[in-house]
Nanobody, 127 residues
């Protein structure tokens, strides 16, 4: 599973960085995804990155504001969130998958493909 850190309460326009460290496994060959759960909505993909880091994808609602990265030596993935908005408020999760769906962008892969979920971290953006 992943151990998550970061998150918190910030004002609109500010930044946060989430971290996600693998525990009990080595995620080098796994695609890592960041997801969020907003009250009243289904869990949705935010960003994802292939094992080598050569392929990254973002949901349209975070493009240009969020950046995913990973450090395989540290077994840690990051989500840098800039220009946060109140609608970004929610619980953010990281997870990983060894399933490879070819040329499909990982942001479109089924959530069910992903496992080793972190416990989630709350992000609250005030207006």
């Amino acid at each position: 599973h992943f151990v998550q850190s970061g998150g918190g309460l910030v004002q609109s326009g500010r930044s946060l960085r989430l971290s996600c460290t693998a525990s009990g496994f080595t995620p080098d060959d796994y695609t890592i995804g960041w997801f969020r759960q907003i009250p009243g909505k289904e869990r949705e993909g935010v960003s994802c990155m292939s094992g080598t880091g050569s392929s990254t994808h973002y949901a349209d609602f975070v493009k240009g504001r969020f950046t995913i990265s990973r450090d395989n030596v540290q077994r840690t993935a990051y989500l840098q969130m800039n220009d946060l908005r109140p609608e970004d408020t929610g619980i953010y999760y990281c997870a990983a998958t060894a399933t490879w769906r070819g040329s499909r962008p990982c942001i479109t892969w089924p959530t069910a493909d992903f496992g080793s979920w972190g416990a989630g971290t709350q992000v609250t953006v005030s207006s």
